[in-house]
Every structure is written in structure tokens, then in C-alpha cells.
């Protein structure tokens, strides 16, 4: 019993059949994860999965329909008070008063989270420091871009030293250049604070490159969950990219004449996962050839996120279904990009 | 406990600095009471006399009122900017308990509004009102009780409505009421004026507002509906029930 207690404790967070329903439709269904200290856990999966409401019952924002979870050894609903007290968050959607200066918003979230008046200028310059915005500090919120703004939230979320940090989508909507910037500063908080972070995404290069553990989850439902290499490593095999004038009928020629069902295509490449791609490659060729399909190239890949998921779920995480951020947020970031 | 006050404080100070900073708000604010004072009194009170006292004299405790009154229920709208704008998120999850959060952004609120009253109070003296600055620091006190109240009233709506335009229509449906029926514009004592409207304006705490400003602001000259001590009563009881109401408006808000 002792044991099972210690080893409880040990988790960072945990979940019992934490559910969440909105009247019938269950937006989270009985979720089972553990969280590990000091590991960076990523939550996959495609707009309106669920990612955001389980964050917001971690964060004690909504209240489980049914299961529990506990946070830091503290459940999320009895003992919602020390939770929060316990966590930094990083929302979705903006949430900084862009009235006020960066500093100003930071010394407000010290003083909202207790952080001792003494040593609230020490640690705030040292944030802003971390998130490279020392220069910017005294501006006003709004002459801030878009990346430089969800730095800010970063460094806001970790002033009152949580040891839980959750991140939800930390870089929808920011252009290639400022997320590769907000990867690095995740990488770089994990090195240097005792911290742990549940980082949601729908981009599975974000999960793949940060995350050490991720959680697939599809309809409320987590589907797999594992290191990013186990998950491709599951996968068995490689990926045989096809470039030809007619995909769609090579596509079910494949299908039909070699048996390989595990295929989809992408920008007018076929793309196959089979367990032996140099063997099967010379029969797609002769398979081409004596239909008349003109082959272009044909090239060979380890297996990615996006294989993995289409592995489980039998479907693509489709950029265009991005959820667009809601009414004075969207246009106030539409604004600055 | 140490917590909750420096959640209070940092809270005060925000509404404070957004309101300061905000330029066209302030000179907004400065022209409908200017209107009220200058066309309306002037053009009014060439027909209208009260003994001792000229009809602006007799009007000007009212514009306050009314400029409190405004100004207070409108602040409401911080609430709907805070979530549209999505910071409303950052301060509820905070650890803070939203009876804090409440009185926070109540308390600065009502400096912001207590401010725009002040701007007024010298408005009279530029008119000609005989203010003498004793009774300005008197009214500050009982100008703040008001407002606490009417904040309240202001950030509970808010709190239940959706948009900034349906905060908008509900504001002046309450506002429009309570400033024809406090006595701002017209004595509630005169000759001539209907029970009814009497009574509705019992009902009304600014009525004894405006009353217990005027009891200050001109003396002995006026004769109050209510003594002092009653009408600041009335008040205290309207702003605790409202503070009550909204921190549980508060409460309920995700
Ligand atoms: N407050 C709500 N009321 C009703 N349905 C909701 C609410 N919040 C989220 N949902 C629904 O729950 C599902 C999961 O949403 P969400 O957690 O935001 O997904 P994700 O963050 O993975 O994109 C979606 O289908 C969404 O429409
Ligand atoms: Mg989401």
C-alpha cells in the first residue's frame, strides 16, 4: 500500500477516467495518462480532439464530468487552490493586457501568484533575460509582434516558479521562423528549470521535436502513446514515395495487384508504408510500367509523425481544419502578423 | 492573505494606468457634464428658481451624480473587453479568489470614476459655483460610496452579457432611469410632481446620493429630502448587497 503511495506521488500528473462531456458529446473520454518529472509530454492530435479542454480541467478552469486527475499530488477539484498555484499556463488564445508594458504584465502575474515583493524585480529581470525581451521590457504590449508576444506569455507563466508549465498550442498562427525561436526556449527551459511541460499541438514536427513522450489523441480518445522514435519504430518499416503523372491510378493499382493498403497521397506523391521498402520498390516499377503509368521518381523515407498517425487513425491531420482563433484575438493577431 | 491583497492591489493599479493612459476616454469624459452644466443649466434655469439658490447651483451636485452615475455603470465594459481581449483568463485562474478580483477591479473602477468627478467639481468652479475646497474633500467620501455601488451594478451586468453591444443597450436602459428619477434635473419635493414619481425615485439609491451631495455641496441652503446620515446609509446598504451580487456574478463566471 506504502508503496503503491510513493509511487503515486511520483507522477507529475495523473488521470483516472478523466471525462469531460458537453451535454452528451464527450469532448475528453475516460483519459488515462501519467505525466514524469522533469519530461516534456506532448498531447497530438487534430482541431477539436480534445487537447484543450483536458488542459483546462488540469488547470482547474473546468470541472471533469466524471474521473479525476491529480497535479502535482493534489487533486484538481478538491484541492484546486494549491494546483493553481502550482502551474504556469500558457493559453490558446492571447491573454496579455496589451495596454500595459511587458514588464507591467509581468509584475501584475507576480503579484496574482504571491511571489514575494523582494524578490519580484530579481526574478523578473531574469525572465525577461530567458525570453530575449530586456530592450522591449518598458513598450506597450501592442507594439509587440506576434512571436515576441507569446514569448512574453512564456515568460509570464514561469515567474512564480510552477512545476507543472502547460503550453496549448504555443505556436498556432506564428510564422516557421518565430516557432523555431519558441522551440528553442522550450528546449532551453527544460535544461535549465526544474520544470515539467504538457505542450498540445496539432503540428507534429512541434510534438516530434520537443516532445519526449507523446499522446496521440483522436475524438476524445488517447490512441497511442510513446517516444516519438517507438512510435515510428511501430510502424515497422519505411515509406516509398512515388512522384507520377497518373498517383490516383497507381494508387489503386498498388492496392489491388502488390496488396498494400497503407497509403495515402500527399501534394501528387504517393506515399506507401510497407516493411521492406527495397523489395517492394522494383515491383511498384514493373507494376507502373506495364500500366502505363509514367513513374517520375521514386525514393525511400523512414517513417514520420504524420505516418504514424495515419497508422492509427486511418486519417491525415489536415492543416486546413485549423481552428481559427476567436473573434477580437483572431484579429488582434491577424493585426501583427 | 498577504496573496489576496497584493491580487487586490495589483488589479487597482491596472484598471488605474489603463484608464490614465486611455486619452480620448478622458477628454470624452470631460464634455457631456460640461454640456449639461452649460446648455442645459443656463437654458433651464432661466425659467426655473428655487429660493437661495440658482437653478445651476441646484444642478451642479446632480451632474455629478449623473457623471458618477455614467461613468460607473459604463466601467463595466472592462469586463468585456477583459475577455474579448482574453486577459480575463490570466486573472481567474490566478490563485487569487475572485472576491478578490472582484473588489479589485471594483476599487479601481471606482477611482477611475471618482477621477471624472473630480474633473467636474472643477467645471463648477469655472462656472461660477461657489466651492470652497472643504467641501470638495466632504463630497469625496460620499462621491466614492456611490460609485462602489454603481461599479457593482455596472460590472454585474457586464458579467452576464455577451457582447459589447448588449452590454451597451442594457446600460442605458438602467442608466436613463435612474438619472431622470434621482432628482438630479428637478427637486422631488416640488409642488406638482405626481406620487408616482415620488415613489419610483424611493427606490432609486441615487436619489439619496445626490441628496447627501447636495446636503454638503450647498448647505444650508438646501433642504434635504432625508438627513445625512440617512441617505449615506442607504447608500452603504445599496453598495454591500451589490458587492455581494457581483462577487457571486464573479464566482459563476468561467
Ligand atoms: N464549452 C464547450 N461547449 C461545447 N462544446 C465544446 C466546448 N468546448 C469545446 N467543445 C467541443 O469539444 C471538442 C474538443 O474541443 P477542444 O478541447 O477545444 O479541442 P482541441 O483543443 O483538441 O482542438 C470540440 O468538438 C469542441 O467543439
Ligand atoms: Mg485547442
Redesign the pocket.
Known sequence: MLNREAEQMSHVIETHKLTKA?NS?R?VDALDITVEHREIFGLL?P???????TISMLCTILRPTFGSAKVNGFDIVKEAHKVRKSIGIVFQDPSIDDRLTGRENLYMHANLYGVPASEQKERIAEILKLIELEDRADDLLRTYSGGMRRRLELGRGLIHYPKVLFLDEPTLGLDPQTRDHIWKYIRELKEAQDITVVL?THYMDEADKLSDRIAIMDHGKIIVLDTPPSLKETLEGDVVMVKAANVEVLSELVGKWLGLEKKRVVDGVLEITVRNGKAVMPRIMELASQNNVYVESLLLREPNLEDVFLHYTGRTIREDST?ELYGMSAAQRRAIR | MMTELRGLYTLWLREIKRFVRDRTRLISSFFQPLLWLVIFGVGFGARFTLPGLSYQQYLFPGIVGQTLLFTSLFMGISVIWDREFGFMKEILVSPVSRFSIFLGKMFGDSTDALMQGTIVFAFGLLLGIPVDPLTFFASLPIMLLITFGLVSLGLTIASFMGSLESFGAVQTFVNLPLFFLSGALFPLSGSGIPDWLRIASMFNPLTYGVDALRSVILGAAWVPLQPLYVNLAVVCVFDAVMIGVGTWAFTRMK
Open positions: 458537453f458529446f469532448a492530435g482541431n477539436g480532439a480534445g487537447k484543450t479542454t498540445t481552428r
